[in-house]
């Protein structure tokens, strides 16, 4: 942005594991990009047969997903750790994705991109699949590890244990409630483990959906 300020951006995301993408299996992502012309050129360049590309103008939309995503899918690697059943995976990923949309709407993004590829798309595939880093670094705490404990023997990024906190802080200053994503956020700080965030979870007041 600072080298090329009237630059036009666009985002990429959505549920694509690299080594599927390489392999030439089937995937679809986002192409978020306000200029729709550059948007369809975009498309055009980098589409194939195996990857398909939507566009969208709501970059918010789609970073919001992209980013969010991340922690949630902490969430669902330590109730995989902790062997909670799928039927609480279940639960985690839908009350996430209500986390990710408030969010995200309240940083202007619109529902129906966080209900595509780049939201709820993604969400579904990194909180479902130990290829992902985000996951299995949430299993780790989930079987008793602290976060820098596995952290410290990673090499590559964990996106959401970086994210957490810039997204708890936001929602907070918004006045957006995210009780799944502060509980990872006080897991990965080491102010709970992983059998209270989830006893803080199931104690808090009934509710609407």
């Known amino acids: 942005?600072?080298?090329?300020?009237?630059?036009?951006?666009?985002?990429?995301?959505?549920?694509?594991?690299?080594?599927?993408?390489?392999?030439?299996?089937?995937?679809?992502?986002?192409?978020?990009?306000?200029?729709?012309?550059?948007?369809?050129?975009?498309?055009?360049?980098?589409?194939?047969?195996?990857?398909?590309?939507?566009?969208?103008?709501?970059?918010?939309?789609a970073e919001a997903g992209g980013a969010i995503k991340n922690v949630l899918a902490i969430a669902c690697g330590v109730c995989e750790g902790l062997g909670l059943g799928r039927s609480a995976h279940a639960a985690l990923i839908a009350r996430g994705f209500a986390e990710m949309t408030r969010l995200g709407v309240k940083l202007g993004g619109r529902p129906e991109t966080l209900a595509g590829l780049c939201g709820l798309g993604d969400l579904v595939l990194t909180c479902s699949s130990s290829q992902s880093r985000?996951?299995?670094?949430?299993?780790?705490?989930?079987?008793?590890?602290?976060?820098?404990?596995?952290?410290?023997?990673?090499?590559?990024?964990?996106?959401?244990?970086?994210t957490a906190p810039a997204v708890v802080e936001l929602a907070e200053r918004l006045g957006v409630e995210l009780p799944i994503c502060k509980a990872v956020l006080a897991l990965i700080q080491g102010e709970l483990d992983a059998r209270s965030a989830v006893d803080q979870l199931l104690s808090r007041p009934l509710t609407e959906e």
């Open 134 to 162: 985000n996951m299995s670094f949430g299993m780790e705490l989930g079987r008793g590890k602290t976060a820098s404990e596995v952290l410290a023997t990673r090499k590559a990024v964990t996106e959401g244990a970086e």
């Open 1 to 61: 942005v600072e080298e090329a300020p009237t630059a036009s951006p666009a985002v990429l995301s959505g549920p694509s594991f690299a080594i599927d993408v390489a392999r030439g299996l089937p995937t679809a992502v986002t192409l978020a990009c306000p200029d729709r012309a550059m948007g369809d050129a975009w498309m055009r360049s980098i589409g194939r047969p195996h990857f398909r590309t939507y566009w969208t103008d709501d970059l918010i939309g």
